[in-house]
């Protein structure tokens, strides 16, 4: 298996670990969604706190179970102890937003409207890494924004302030991505992403112990946000960072349309929720948008 995977070209090994880490979002956004439905008494601040903590607690036990994995971890440290803390401090913020938005909002509108990243990365790949776009590519870019534009203004499904803290940790996001793309292409993904989990979920505690906000909750909505977290905040940024080594920022962010679409089906089969004209209109545009954006990416490396 890992011999065919080397002898893939750069342009698919990164499209199909990003495939990875459409599905590890895809389920944690709906387990997620799955304990605020059936525990709406829980905030977003613990449900993040136990959730990331939970998380880093399940990759301990991987990362501690030989001294040469310990080695490692404690030299990918040494090496990029301040990206990491960076890195986190984005997380932390652009987190907290996002768990509060997920308790205000359906994970599929919610996921949607995240995906404004993509405008924030591609903005920023140009300005800073001076990434080259062609009009097709932007076109398709456009037609994929109006799908989300219309899901996102699905009326009595989300409230303005909601749409506002999704938007700033999307810019937040974004600006992780940037830091990966710039300053840690030669990270060990699996590594990076178990101690960033460790140091988000460090600097919360620290936050939430001084403010008294720390509350026990049921071991079940424990257990279901730690799962979430682990696809999440651990898998699917192993897959999500790895992929930075193989495309460009704007690239990356656009593939990643493909998440809120699968996540809006799964809240149709597992939970009934409807699936009306204006989301399946947005959903039409932003699958076209991302095909037609792929489509003119592979033809610009072919020629």
Known sequence: MKKYYLALSDTVKGYLLMSGFIFSATMAYLLIDLVFRQYPQISPENAIFWGFGGAAIIGLFYFVSSTQKRNLVVLEFKKYNLFIIAVSLFAVVGAMLWFWA?????????????????????????????????????????????????????????????????????????????????????????????????????????????????????????????????FGFFIGRIFYFEAHKFLPISKLNMVTLFTPVLILIGEFIFWGDTISWQKLIGSVLIIGGLCFFIREQFKLKKT
């Not at 591609?122 to 037609?143: A, D, H, N, T």
């Not at 140091?199 to 049921?218: C, F, G, N, Y």
């Open 102 to 230: 997920m308790s205000a909002a359906s994970g599929g509108i919610v996921s949607l409207l995240t995906k404004s990243q993509t405008i924030f990365a591609f903005l920023l790949g140009i300005l800073f890494l001076k990434e080259k776009f062609s009009l097709k590519e932007g076109f398709g870019i456009l037609i994929a924004i109006m799908g989300i534009l219309i899901i996102a203004n699905l009326e009595g499904e989300i409230s303005s302030v909601a749409v506002l803290a999704t938007l700033t940790s999307s810019i937040l996001y974004a600006l992780q991505s940037l830091l990966v793309k710039k300053a840690g292409t030669h990270i060990n993904a699996p590594i990076f992403s178990f101690l960033r989990v460790v140091v988000t979920t460090t600097i919360l505690a620290i936050i939430l112990l001084s403010l008294q906000r720390i509350t026990l909750i049921p071991p079940l909505a424990f257990l279901t946000l730690a799962l979430s977290q682990v």
